[in-house]
């Protein structure tokens, strides 16, 4: 069965830095891959999509990369602020290009200090 | 996009009692989805509320235990039946526009359940 990694440690950053978490995958190659932003006592908030035949995303501080040899997805936040803590999931398409089904991987805890 | 509102946001329930969330979109969607997510874990896929028919489960998940109803496209029930600690949790409703489901995923502020 599909199974997601993220890194499951803390990841702890300056402000101004740039935060990258990695997120990994095995036995499945999806049509696309999500990342979402979770804040403690609140449901995830869509950030940015990639599909397969994309190799890089960027919305505004945002950037994704889509690995699909390495089955692999990077995602950046440059010129980090504390107000991008939060913890981050990504997530994949359950069946292949078909309704809209998610898995997720655990998340990793972002903190920015200023 | 898409606003879901669910109601209530948290309940404490007594072991072997039933429990009904609802969860109320803004705007007519295709798919709209339950998740739960128990402490410090991801989101684990329940079912898919499909309007006018039965919901599709996820392995692990029964109708039996998890009833979901989906009267029209914009509002969906989830009754959590005959609970147990083990079924304290945070559930999550979502809700997709895409076309054929795809796309990105609006959720709900989530209700978290504590059974005694």
């Known amino acids: 069965s599909q199974k997601i990694e993220q890194n499951s440690e803390a990841l702890n950053i300056q402000e101004g830095k740039t935060a990258t978490l990695t997120c990994n995958y095995t036995?499945?190659?999806?049509?696309?891959l999500q990342w979402y932003r979770q804040d403690p006592g609140r449901g995830p908030v869509f950030l940015l999509l990639i599909r397969e035949n994309e190799k890089e995303k960027r919305k505004e501080r945002l950037k994704v990369t889509f690995d699909t040899t390495l089955k692999q997805s990077l995602f950046h936040i440059t010129a980090s602020q504390p107000a991008d803590s939060a913890t981050y999931l990504c997530a994949l398409d359950r069946l292949y290009n078909q309704g809209g089904k998610l898995i997720f991987g655990q998340g990793t805890e972002l903190s920015v200090k200023p | 996009s898409a606003v879901i509102s669910q109601k209530p946001s948290r309940d404490i329930c007594q072991r072997g009692t039933s429990l009904t969330i609802q969860c109320q979109v803004d705007?007519?969607?295709?798919?709209m989805f339950w998740y739960r997510q128990q402490p410090g874990q991801s989101l684990t896929l329940i079912a898919t509320?499909?309007?006018?028919?039965?919901?599709?489960?996820e392995s692990g998940f029964v109708i039996d235990k998890f009833p979901i109803s989906r009267p029209n496209l914009t509002f969906s029930t989830l009754t959590v039946s005959n609970m147990s600690p083990e079924d304290s949790s945070i559930y999550l409703c979502?809700?997709?526009?895409?076309?054929?489901?795809?796309?990105?995923?609006?959720f709900g502020p989530g209700t978290r359940l504590t059974v005694l």
């Open positions: 509320a499909n309007q006018g028919s039965e919901a599709t489960y």
């Open positions: 705007s007519q969607v295709t798919m």
């Open positions: 036995n499945y190659s999806p049509a696309y």
């Open positions: 979502s809700a997709t526009a895409g076309t054929g489901g795809l796309g990105e995923q609006f």
